[in-house]
C-alpha cells in the first residue's frame, strides 16, 4: 500500500518568513508533485520532479522552490510568506511504469498572517 | 500548454438517480484522463481512468466515455448513492509516468437521501 507522507497537517507563519512543507513517499516512485488547492480553482501544479535533483516548473511556480535530494522526498521551500500563498498544499507520487495513477499525501493547510 | 474545464462546479441529485460531469481539454496530444474523488477531509483518490486508445470504460456503477474529436470526456455515476458525495476532478496528460497532469476545477457532487 502506498504512502504519502507530508510533515505537518495544520501550519501557520507570519509573512516574510522561510517555510518548508515536505514530502516522503515509501514506493520508490520517481515522480513527486506539489499541488496547491484553492476553493473554485481545483488542483494546480506548482513544480515537479521525475528524477533526484531534477525539477520542472509547473503552472504556478512564481514564490515557490523545490528541492529534491534523496528519491523518497520532496521538498516545497516559500522563501518569503505572503497572505496569497495561504492555501492547501498536496503533494503526490507517480511511478515510471505504465501504471498512471498518482497517490496524495493528506495535505498541509498553510495560513500565512 | 494543457487546459481542462470542467462543468458544472456544483451537482445535486437524489440518491438512486444519475450525475454526470463533464470536462474538456484543450491538447490534442494528451491520451490519458483519470477521475479522482475527493471526499471531505480526505485525499483525493483516483476511481478511474481511461486512455485515449479507447471509447468508454466502466467499473460497476462508474463509466467514462471519451470523444477525442471533440476532445470532451465525460464521468456517469449510476444509482447514486450518499456516499458518492464528494468533490470529483477530472484531469488530462500524455502517457507517461513523467508528464504534467493538469487538473479540471472540480464538480462538488451532493447526493440527497
Known amino acids: 500500500d502506498v504512502k504519502v507522507t507530508q510533515s505537518s497537517r495544520y501550519l501557520v507563519k507570519r509573512t516574510g518568513e522561510k517555510v518548508f512543507l515536505e514530502c516522503v513517499q515509501d514506493m520508490d516512485h520517481e515522480n513527486m508533485f506539489w499541488y496547491r488547492q484553492d476553493p473554485g480553482l481545483g488542483l494546480r501544479l506548482i513544480y515537479f520532479s521525475y528524477d533526484v535533483k531534477m525539477k520542472e516548473k509547473g503552472d504556478i511556480p512564481e514564490g515557490y522552490s523545490v528541492s529534491r535530494e534523496k528519491k523518497e522526498r520532496f521538498s516545497l521551500i516559500l522563501e518569503s510568506a505572503s497572505t496569497n500563498q495561504t492555501s492547501m498544499y498536496l503533494c503526490?507520487?507517480?511511478?515510471?511504469?505504465?501504471?498512471?495513477?498518482?497517490?496524495f499525501g493528506p495535505g498541509t493547510r498553510l495560513t500565512v498572517t | 500548454g494543457e487546459n481542462v474545464e470542467q462543468h458544472p462546479s456544483t451537482l445535486s441529485v437524489q440518491e438512486g438517480d444519475s450525475a454526470v460531469i463533464k470536462c474538456t481539454y484543450s491538447?490534442?496530444?494528451?491520451?490519458?484522463f483519470p477521475w479522482y474523488k475527493q471526499e471531505l477531509g480526505k485525499r483525493p483518490q483516483l476511481i478511474i481512468d481511461i486512455r485515449s486508445n479507447v471509447g468508454e470504460k466502466k467499473d460497476q456503477r462508474i463509466a467514462v466515455t471519451l470523444n477525442k474529436t471533440a476532445k470532451h470526456f465525460s464521468l456517469h455515476i449510476t444509482e447514486t448513492q450518499p456516499e458518492d458525495s464528494a468533490v470529483y476532478f477530472c484531469?488530462?496528460?500524455?502517457?507517461?509516468?513523467?508528464?504534467?497532469?493538469?487538473f479540471g476545477t472540480g464538480t462538488k457532487l451532493q447526493v440527497i437521501p
Open positions: 491538447d490534442s496530444a494528451s491520451n490519458y
Open positions: 484531469a488530462a496528460s500524455k502517457s507517461g509516468g513523467y508528464q504534467k497532469v493538469t
Open positions: 503526490a507520487s507517480r511511478g515510471a511504469g505504465s501504471n498512471y495513477e498518482q497517490y
